[in-house]
């Protein structure tokens, strides 16, 4: 059996996550000593270890708390798993596209940056244009 502390430092996880987890159900509740020190076992650290790995890859926590009751359920369809894992895969794709974006609007407003005074500076002055960057948003720039 093990403490928190033990569980949190084998699965990499903080000590208020795990008690998190446990208050929103994604992690059962554990057992207590006599002295009421939550206790776990290896069905535990698994289902930690799950769970943070998920999180690694980015999913909400509603799509583990699926993910982990698929897997609890193993005569149901894999495919009901690849429907979550496509939701989490198109996310990521989107994020990706977003950042580009902001990459590609760095790029040019640092090389449309030429001068040596701040008061110069095509940067701030971008950043300070509100305007432009409300009509950015609406086009779906950002």
């Known amino acids: 059996m093990l403490s928190i502390g033990t569980l949190a430092k084998r699965t990499g996880t903080k000590v208020q996550t795990i008690r998190y987890y446990e208050q929103i159900g994604l992690m059962p509740e554990p057992g207590r000593t006599g002295g009421g020190q939550r ?3 290896d069905a535990e650290l698994d289902r930690l270890a799950f769970i943070r790995h998920s999180r690694d ?3 909400p926590l509603d799509a583990i708390r699926e993910l982990l009751d698929l ?3 193993p005569e149901r369809s894999c ?3 690849d429907d979550v894992a496509r939701k989490q895969l198109k996310a990521v794709q989107a994020r990706i596209a977003r950042l580009q974006s902001l ?3 760095l790029r040019r407003m640092i090389g ?3 001068s040596d005074r701040v008061a110069d500076c095509r940067i701030l002055e971008v950043l300070r244009d509100h305007e ?3 009509s950015d948003h609406k086009g779906g720039a950002l």
């Open 57 to 59: 890859l980015g999913f």
């Open 71 to 73: 897997s609890d359920s």
């Open 132 to 134: 432009e960057c409300l």
């Open 112 to 114: 449309a940056c030429q």
């Open 103 to 105: 990459e590609t609007e």
């Open 39 to 41: 206790r776990y076992g």
């Open 79 to 81: 495919a009901q798993v």
